[in-house]
């Protein structure tokens, strides 16, 4: 019996080959199927044989009958068997797999029990699973094999379908290359090279393509790959930080609000008092390094002209500053800027020199000698810097008295007493600047001008004793428009010995003063400015001592230079009303030539005319004398007006309505019409798309260069001189093969086979599956 | 008085050297420009203008045959260098840079059929009327050395057509039947028949490289695989293919060349009917080649012209004609795409331009630029009646002129009957029938 069984299967197995043998398989079936059943009778007779060999006749009936129904069954459906798997195969086909115990769910509690006693996975995969379980929203099915091949192919067709071509297709890439794969045989062979190489083998140099020595490249592995992660990771946090922290900077940079800068900054300036506080206590190295750094910056602040109000800026700025109160203000907040960073570091020098200052005003002459006798001990006194801080030196020893009497009680009100002074210099300011403009308008005025003169010779020749240091310091003063300590204690000293002079002057000055009032409104009232108005000069100066007045001529003779930009705007205003005549000259002329020809009625007369001409006529179709009396000086009845006298619908507006001094045509131009296009052409589906094709302008006089270059790359470059080669079918598989090279080998085996097949059969669809085409 | 004066910054256009590029500050404002349709149409019409103007594509003819050129072979691997068979079994090898012969030798007694040059490009077969394929050195003998093939094969009927392998050491013949042979054995290692006597061309196909096609004269054409033992398919049309070639770069088209006037575009994997039918010529096509890109396709034709095609267009883009010209034979486009060569009865090799309009040598970057902006005018504004008459415009002989009127008649007439017939027939019983399904009678399996 095992030999039949054995015999069975290989019939079987026979079968099987010729079931997949495509054509005539069906009759070869029952061949082998008849042969098999008639192998089985063989044996069946043999035994039969042996036992009973006289019921021979009623046996062939029997078999024939066997063979009957064995022949009439094949006719009928044959029970599928279940395909089974038998051997470990690499890919199973899915129509072959093997459904079974299909009727009972599994559940993914099943699959999942066993995780919670295994202490392997991690509780982040834990977690997920729970999800998982939790979600009652089913997997999709993966998409089935052919059609995740179509999709490949479809993407692999798009990517193959470029916009450009361009031919050889399997260039080599440009550039240099490495020696040894240009030259396979090289050798080195002069003296020089070979002295080279030596040299390069002796100190482990690398000659061929990685050009690394062995030390580097053992560097370059050692790090480890955990090494690297959190280095990457800390870089990663590093540059996000940074770009943090830089668009937090670049938005505060961006507030425009000075309020906000200048709270920022005094709250900076605290905190940096308290921090430098803190340090003298602490750490008193590092607060006298502090202190060198301040000392420095003010130094290099006083010897810088960079807050003095004497740059481009602050020039054009002190023209504008009679006009502009912002301007006025931004040159205070320069010389603030200064004066901030030029002062000395612990003092409140400010509050000391105002006080110094209404002790002056309040006319107290037993505090000036100090200072006096300061500006008498300065050595180098044609040095304007030098002078300056001997004069400022005297304050600061005042200074450090006080801020030991009064530096609890202070700090609180620093503040406050500093917008005081704000305010003080910014009165100061005022003044002088319309003390300098009486002085300009006294140059303008010859009258005054002599008076001027006068002035002057005046003051020289009492000023003759030390008239070099005078001037010095003018010009000191002229340049930085900043009251200081130096014009002070000049001024005492002037007032001291030129008492009578000045009194004397004073009174021409007012009396110049008055005059220029009469002048000026009987002239002109334009270019008195606003703080002149404010508080006029005789409110102040009055209330003011005999000090201030004479310092503001000071400034003034230097100021005098500046005349000419007052005369500008008058001798502007002549020009002005001189042009203008002009142009009315100019218009009367072209008045006169162009009189007769009106050109505006003209074309509103045309643009009626055209509009009446597009106007629907009325048709009368009405028959005299039919239905009615006929003959001449008779009226249409009415009912025949209405019913034969034709209206056509009115036309949709003309587009120049709205356009008053247009006039559109809308005739059809016969000779336009040969230039267009009077079809869709096939590619486009609606007129719109060809049109917005046709209006997008292509050449580079609407476009950039770059984008004239995209838009105009022709769909074929092809190399000069260089052939073209067909397409070789390892370009054709290219994307294919990266999409699946990492399954080729286990695929390796089905493959073949697959090709076997395919060239018995259709071997188009091989190439179809290499082409990547889409099917139909 | 204030005076306003222009003040210009010498660094914002004065270039540092000789060899910058001039800085042309630009504002693309369209307020700025206007009119740009109509512009572009004027540059448009323009350039179709000159391309015309320009259109000087005949560059050589290369003399020298004693009979009509029959057939002719791309060197594999030079440019420059060609080869002619003629009538008389003449075969030359032609310097196409210098316009001249540089060898000349009689390969067969009568036509010199088919001839291509190996993959290797140091030899060339030849095929002729004398029964034999003859193999033959590419270079020229030394001084005293005869002119001999490498290897006589002596076969048992004419071959009227040849092409070799792409990689291996294969070739196909092609006759009363279609040969495989292997370079080192004298019988064919295969043979195709497949009920018909004669074949007039086969050709291997450049990718999947084990595919053949020929023509037959039962006027079909048919698909072998080298490896196996049958042929694989055939589509029967109306009337008889002459050539065909493979598309280099999608190697599932085939063109081919037939006797009713037109070209077929076929996609090998759906014979049922062509993809395209190209129509133009006003007598049979004999010979037609892909170009190199695969973009387009060169036919000869019995009617003294050569036709370009688009290759999925219908109709063709150039034709070209020369006076003296006559029945064009054989036709190959050059592998660099840039040249093409046809060859005729009346003993002349031609070398024209693909492109008739194309600047040849070296093109400076403006000018290429500007020839590109042309092209796209050219492209976009292809619609327009005006430019598209200019484009279209082509001076033709007046025979073929007359003939393809006629042509064109004969067609309307005929279509006009049918509609007619259709007309007056039960419905349904006279169906529509597309151009392209008119001309395939069946595909057999």
């Not at chain 1, 286990?746 to 290499?770: F, I, R, V, Y």
């Not at chain 2, 079909?220 to 033992?229: G, K, N, W």
Request: proline share 5%.
């Amino acid at each position: 019996m095992a030999k039949v069984s054995s015999k069975k299967k290989l019939s079987k197995t026979k079968a099987k080959k010729s079931s997949e043998v495509a054509g005539d398989s069906a009759v070869k079936k029952t061949e082998v199927v008849y042969d098999e059943e008639e192998e089985e009778d063989k044996e069946d007779f043999n035994e039969n044989v042996t036992s009973e060999e006289e019921e021979e006749d009623g046996e062939d009936e029997r078999r024939r009958q066997k063979l009957l129904e064995a022949i009439s069954a094949l006719g009928g459906k044959r029970k599928k068997t279940l395909g089974e798997r038998s051997e470990a195969a690499v890919q199973l086909s899915e129509f072959s797999v093997n459904a079974e115990g299909e009727g009972d769910k599994i559940n993914l509690s099943d699959l999942i029990g066993s995780m919670d006693k295994t202490p392997q996975v991690s509780a982040k995969t834990r977690k997920q699973l729970k999800t998982l379980q939790q979600s009652n929203r089913t997997v999709e099915s993966p998409l089935s094999k052919q059609e995740t091949e179509r999709i490949q192919r479809d993407v692999a067709f798009q990517k193959a379908a470029s916009e450009q071509l361009v031919f050889p297709l399997n260039q080599e890439a440009p550039g240099p290359k490495p020696m040894e794969r240009v030259v396979t045989g090289w050798k080195a062979r002069t003296p020089l090279e070979e002295e080279i190489f030596a040299l390069l083998s002796a100190n482990k140099q690398p000659i061929h393509d990685p050009i690394l020595t062995p030390q580097e490249e053992v560097s370059m592995k050692a790090m480890s790959l955990e090494e690297a992660k959190i280095r990457r990771a800390e870089l990663q946090k590093a540059r996000a930080l940074q770009s943090y922290y830089e668009a937090k900077t670049r938005r505060e940079r961006k507030i425009k609000s000075k309020k906000y800068h200048r709270v920022q900054n005094k709250a900076k300036r605290k905190d940096f008092v308290k921090q430098f506080e803190e340090m003298v206590k602490s750490d008193p190295a590092a607060a006298l390094e502090e202190l060198h750094k301040m000392e420095l910056a003010r130094m290099q602040e006083r010897m810088s002209l960079k807050h003095q109000n004497s740059g481009k800026w602050a020039k054009s700025k002190a023209i504008m500053a009679k006009y502009d109160e912002g301007a006025r203000k931004a040159m205070q907040q320069q010389l603030e800027v200064n004066k901030d960073l030029t002062q000395k570091l612990v003092t409140a020098v400010n509050d000391e020199e105002e006080e110094e200052e209404e002790e002056d005003e309040g006319g107290d002459p037993e505090v000036l000698p100090d200072f006096v006798n300061d500006a008498e001990q300065g050595v180098d006194s044609s040095n304007p810097w030098m002078r300056g801080k001997l004069s400022e030196d005297p304050a600061e020893k005042e200074t450090s008295e006080i801020v030991d009497l009064t530096a609890e009680e202070e700090s609180a009100d620093v503040e406050e007493e500093e917008e005081e002074e704000v305010k003080e210099t910014e009165e100061e300011a005022l003044l002088r600047e319309f003390d300098s403009r009486r002085k300009r308008r006294q140059a303008l005025i010859p009258v005054i001008s002599l008076d001027d003169d006068e002035e002057e010779e005046s003051k020289t020749a009492a000023e003759e004793e030390e008239e070099s240091k005078t001037a010095v310091e003018e010009k000191e003063e002229s340049k930085e428009e900043e009251e200081s300590k130096v014009a002070a204690v000049e001024e005492e000293e002037e007032e001291e010995e030129e008492e009578g002079e000045t009194l004397m002057r004073i009174r021409t000055l007012e009396d110049t003063e008055e005059l220029l009032m009469q002048e000026e409104s009987a002239a002109d009232e334009a270019p008195v400015p606003p703080p002149a108005a404010e508080n006029p000069p005789p409110a102040s100066q009055p209330a003011g001592t005999n000090k201030k007045r004479k310092r503001g001529i000071e400034l003034k003779q230097v100021l005098t230079k500046a005349t000419k930009v007052i005369q500008v705007p008058l001798a502007h205003t002549v020009e002005d009303a001189e042009d203008s005549d002009d142009n009315q000259e100019q218009r009367g002329l072209i008045r006169e030539a162009f009189a007769g020809d009106d050109v505006v009625s003209d074309f509103l007369k045309e643009k009626r005319k055209q509009e009446a001409a597009g106007k629907p006529q009325v048709v009368d179709l009405t028959l005299p004398g039919w239905g009615e009396w006929g003959g001449t000086g008779l009226k249409l009845s009415r009912r025949k007006r209405k019913k034969f006298r034709m209206k056509a619908a009115p036309p949709p507006p003309r587009k120049d309505v709205s356009l008053p001094g247009v006039i559109i045509s809308e005739k059809r131009n016969r000779s336009i019409t040969l230039h267009q296009v009077n079809t869709l052409p096939f590619p486009f589906e609606t007129h719109t798309q060809f049109e917005s094709t046709i209006r997008t302008p292509l050449g580079r006089t609407w476009n950039t260069e770059r984008t004239v270059k995209k838009i105009s790359k022709p769909k074929v470059v092809t190399r000069m001189g260089a052939i073209i080669e067909p397409m070789a079918r390892e370009e054709l598989m290219k994307d294919r093969n990266q999409a699946t090279v990492a399954d080729r080998n286990s695929l390796k085996q089905q493959t073949t086979c697959k090709l076997k097949d395919e060239l018995n059969g259709a071997l188009a669809l091989k190439l179809m599956s290499g082409h990547e085409m889409q099917t139909d | 008085m204030k005076v306003k004066v222009l003040s210009r910054n010498p660094d914002d256009y004065v270039r540092e050297t000789k060899l910058d590029i001039q800085r042309v500050p630009r504002n693309y404002d369209p307020a700025l420009h206007p009119f740009e349709v109509s512009r572009e149409y004027t540059r448009a019409l323009n350039a179709t203008k000159l391309d015309r103007v320009f259109a000087k594509p005949f560059v050589a003819s290369l003399d020298g045959h004693r009979d009509g050129v029959n057939c002719m072979a791309k060197h594999t691997n030079s440019l420059s260098t060609l080869l002619s068979g003629s009538c008389d079994g003449e075969v030359k090898v032609w310097n196409l840079t210098k316009h001249e012969c540089v060898r000349t030798l009689q390969a067969h007694e009568g036509f010199v059929r088919g001839m291509i040059v190996r993959f290797c490009g140091t030899s060339f077969f030849t095929v002729g009327d004398d029964k034999t394929i003859k193999q033959w050195k590419m270079e020229t003998p030394g001084y005293g050395e005869e002119e001999e093939p490498l290897n006589t094969i002596l076969g048992k009927t004419v071959f009227t057509g040849l092409d070799h392998h792409q990689k291996d050491a294969v070739f196909a013949t092609c006759g009363q039947q279609v040969d495989i042979w292997d370079e080192q054995r004298s019988s064919p290692i295969r043979s195709f028949t497949w009920g018909v006597d004669s074949f007039s061309s086969v050709r291997f196909n450049p990718v999947e490289t084990e595919l053949l096609a020929s023509c037959a004269s039962d006027r079909s054409i048919v698909l072998y695989d080298m490896r196996e033992s049958a042929p694989l398919k055939k589509v029967i049309m109306t009337m008889r293919s002459n050539s065909l070639c493979w598309n280099p770069m999608e190697a599932y088209y085939f063109t081919s060349s037939n006797e009713d006037y037109n070209l077929y575009t076929y996609d090998m994997r759906y014979l049922n009917k062509p993809i395209i039918v190209h129509m133009d010529h006003v007598s049979a096509v004999l010979d037609v080649d892909y170009s190199p890109t695969g973009k387009e396709f060169v036919s000869a034709s019995f009617d003294k012209t050569v036709r370009i095609f688009p290759k999925d267009v219908g109709h063709s883009r150039e034709v070209y004609h020369t006076k003296r010209m006559q029945h064009v034979i054989c036709v190959k486009w050059s592998a660099d795409n840039k040249y093409i060569l046809s060859g005729s009865d009346e003993m002349n090799i031609r070398l024209w331009k693909a492109n008739a309009a194309e600047k040849l040598g070296v093109l400076a970057p403006r000018e290429r630029q500007a020839s590109n902006y042309n092209q796209k005018l050219k492209e976009k504004f292809h619609y327009h009646p005006q430019i598209r008459r200019i484009a279209h415009h082509r001076h033709l002989p007046k025979s073929i002129y007359h003939q393809s009127k006629e042509l064109r008649v004969m067609k309307e007439a005929r279509r006009r009957k049918e509609r007619n017939v259709r007309k007056h027939s039960k419905p349904g019983s006279v169906p529509v029938v597309s151009e392209k399904e008119k001309h395939v009678v069946t595909v057999v399996k």
